[in-house]
């Protein structure tokens, strides 16, 4: 009998426990149910994409940045960076060996083409032109007195002449290829020899035997030397590298400094082959310099090299920026944007207003003081603009600042309206 009841009592037991668990399942399930109703729409995106219209009246209006939109004109642009280099540098160097005696120069001068840069020790170079030139007195003393004895030498006119036609017949026939190139040199040199013999340079036959033509050469080098102890600047421009102080020896060919002409500077850019087929000399560039709080620059395009390198896809492109202040320094680094080609009447807006949900772009449209959730259709791209090919009208206020977290009709308050699109940005 006692074990009958022990039985009873623990089949009641089991049926108390599975009564429990069905209970906490109901009610684990109930709970469940009720959060996956709660955040069905957030976990689906539809409490987005149903565009609620309830938007409670008391919210504050969020602030917002916009643009109108109006069709342009909008350049396609090509991106590249490089570094920024004079439009023209060179090294000055020696021309001689030498000791600096003057120094006329600093870093960072401005000097004017022909301008004496350095002086070196000029001593020994005048020495020799005064050498040269007593030289010359005397052979142009012995010349004087070589003409004031000669007498009037005879030409034969007719033989001369005809040695003349000779020489210029051998000439055509040999650019026929009538004669070889001995038949000519013979001709040359008998023309050649009648002209000496006939008197018609007696002249400069007495000026080589007298050895004025040679004092005259010796001359022309000696002042050449003197000339070259003042190193000059052989275009305008700014002094940069120096390396040279006043007592140093200096040699030939020894580099003194660096000449830039930087009233104009370049930059030179790598552009990718689908680009640079687009890209013409004169076209519009843009180059941004970091250095300079990220001033923008226009310039253009100078050269377009017409090969490209077979490695990289790319070929060189040269873009002129002027530099009327020198604010522009030689090696800085540039954002270069180059115009491949204008789409014209375009609606464009800033990149930055178009949002993603749900894998669609939109924008929101101001109306009446409430953000419009519009979805559109997105074109080409350039630089921080995006055309955009439906979903907005000329005339429509687009939101491109303080619209990341709006809501559809949400209360928007307009702070600013800036230009749909410039030219330079």
Known sequence: MNRGLSETRERTAGRRVRSWHVAALVLVLAVGGLLLYAFWPVLTGREEAT??????ASAPPVAVEAVVVQPVDFPLRAEATGTLAPWRQTEISAEISGRVVERRVEEGDRVAAGQVLVVLDDEEARLALAEAEAALLKARSEYAV????????????TRLAEARRAWQAAQEAYARGEIDEAALDAARQRYEALLLLSGAQREAVRRVVTGLAEAEQRVARARLQLNRTRIRAPFAGRVADLQVEVGRHVSPGQVLMRLLDDRRMKVEVDVLEADLVHIRPSAAAWVRLPALGDTVVAGVVHTVNPRIDPKTGAGR????VP???GRLLAGMFAYVALETRT?????VVPAEAVLVRQGRDLVFVIRNGRAQWTYVTTGPRSGDHVVLLDGVAPGDTVAVSGHHALAHDA????????PTFEVND
């Open 411 to 418: 209360p928007v308050e307009v702070t600013a309206v800036h």
């Open 317 to 320: 492109v040269t873009v002129a």
């Open 343 to 347: 789409l014209p009447d375009r609606l």
């Open 51 to 56: 565009r609620p219209e309830d938007v409670q």
């Open 323 to 325: 530099n009327p202040e």
């Open 146 to 157: 070589q003409l004031s004895q000669s007498g009037t030498a005879g030409i034969d006119s």
